[in-house]
Every structure is written in structure tokens, then in C-alpha cells.
T-cell receptor, first 117, second 111 residues
């Protein structure tokens, strides 16, 4: 398995500001992902964080709003920029290892609960 | 990836088997069925996955129909800690590793 930590666990921010969320894994992983879970909703994939290159964003998400960094195989950050109340959500990172015969599953972090006033 | 349909909510008694259905009638031959669950205030947790054969692990069993258009996740002896939202996801096991979550089934295990 993989142990994932996220910082901060929660935050309350003012509109127009930005927040950077950190995701740290206890082992090297091939793939890292960022998800958003709006109140009472399911998870929506934001982007795949690629090590050493630009992230790959899903439809409806753009780099200017959600810049992502992935400097190495154990760490990634997601920034929520120029926040509005609609950005109030739980943001989760997840990781997957190259299966190569290993059980093909993703491990999720505990999430960052963001409230924008 | 194929779309899945799950009941919005279900309940079962503690100690009994919980059978959670999922329809995936448009599944392709190279798409796997995955199940994850999300306990309140936690990140999702992998349960099990399969292609066409039934699968069993320490958490659950996965029964996939012969035509692969539907499946059932079975928790053999549900406990209160199994109360969660259960997501059935169909995806190709390719290098993208992307998971597309549907709305899931909210399972309530009653004492």
C-alpha cells in the first residue's frame, strides 16, 4: 500500500486569494492525480500530475486556475487560484504504481477541505 | 469508459450479506469493473476489481454476469463500519490509470 498525507487538512480562505495544497507519499509512485469533491457530490478528476512535465488536465479544468507541480516521484502540489465560493470542496490526491503484475489500485489521501468565503 | 448505473441507496442489517448491484451494459471487452468505497470524511478505498471471472478477497466478492453487463459486490458479513458510499467504476486498465467516479450507492448498515 501507499501512505499519503495532505496539507493542510482544511482551510477557510477569502475570495480572490490562492491556496496551495501539498500531497506527500511515503514511496515512489508512477502516477499522481488530483480530484475535487464538491459538497454532497462524487469525485471529479481534475488532472494527472506528471513528474517532470506539465500536468494533463481534464475537460473543464485549466492550468491557470489549478496549477500543479510534481517535482519528484513522492510529492505534488495543487494550487487553487483566485478562489470563489464555488471552489469550496474537498480536494484529494491519489497515487497509483505501475501495475506490472502488482494489484492495480489507487490509494487516496485524506483530502483537504476548503471553504471559500 | 463505459457508464455505470447504481441504486442511490441501500441498507442491510449488521451481520447479513450486503449485495450491491451495478449495471454497465455498454462495457467493452477490455474494460475492467472496479469497486471503491468512501467512508464519511475519508478518501476512497479500493475494494476489488475483475474482468470476467468472479473475484474474492479479504474484503468482498465480485460477481460479474456472463455477458458482463452487470455485476454485484458482496460484503458477506456487513458491519457498522461498512457504512459508506460504494462506487462501481468501469475502465480500461491502460497506462492512464484514470478513475471516473459515478454517483455511487450509499449503503447504511443497521445495528
Amino acid at each position: 500500500s501507499a501512505v499519503i498525507s495532505q496539507k493542510p487538512s482544511r482551510d477557510i480562505c477569502q475570495r480572490g486569494t490562492s491556496l496551495t495544497i501539498q500531497c506527500q507519499v511515503d514511496s515512489q509512485v508512477t502516477m499522481m492525480f488530483w480530484y475535487r469533491q464538491q459538497p454532497g457530490q462524487s469525485l471529479t478528476l481534475i488532472a494527472t500530475a506528471n513528474q517532470g512535465s506539465e500536468a494533463t488536465y481534464e475537460s473543464g479544468f485549466v492550468i491557470d486556475k489549478f496549477p500543479i507541480s510534481r517535482p519528484n516521484l513522492t510529492f505534488s502540489t495543487l494550487t487553487v487560484s483566485n478562489m470563489s465560493p464555488e471552489d469550496s470542496s474537498i480536494y484529494l490526491c491519489s497515487v497509483a504504481r505501475d501495475s506490472s503484475g502488482i494489484k492495480d489500485e489507487q490509494f487516496f489521501g485524506p483530502g483537504t477541505r476548503l471553504t471559500v468565503l | 469508459d463505459a457508464k455505470t448505473t447504481q441504486p442511490t441507496s441501500m441498507d442491510c442489517a449488521e451481520g447479513r450479506a450486503a449485495n450491491l448491484p451495478c449495471n454497465h451494459s455498454t462495457i467493452s471487452g477490455n474494460e475492467y469493473v472496479y469497486w471503491y468505497r468512501q467512508i464519511h470524511s475519508q478518501g476512497p478505498q479500493y475494494i476489488i476489481h475483475g474482468l470476467k471471472n468472479n473475484e474474492t478477497n479479504e474484503m468482498a466478492s465480485l460477481i460479474i454476469t456472463e455477458d458482463r453487463k452487470s455485476s454485484t459486490l458482496i460484503l458477506p458479513h456487513a458491519t457498522l463500519r461498512d457504512t459508506a458510499v460504494y462506487y462501481c467504476i468501469v475502465r480500461v486498465t491502460d497506462s492512464s490509470y484514470k478513475l471516473i467516479f459515478g454517483s455511487g450507492t450509499r449503503l447504511l448498515v443497521r445495528p
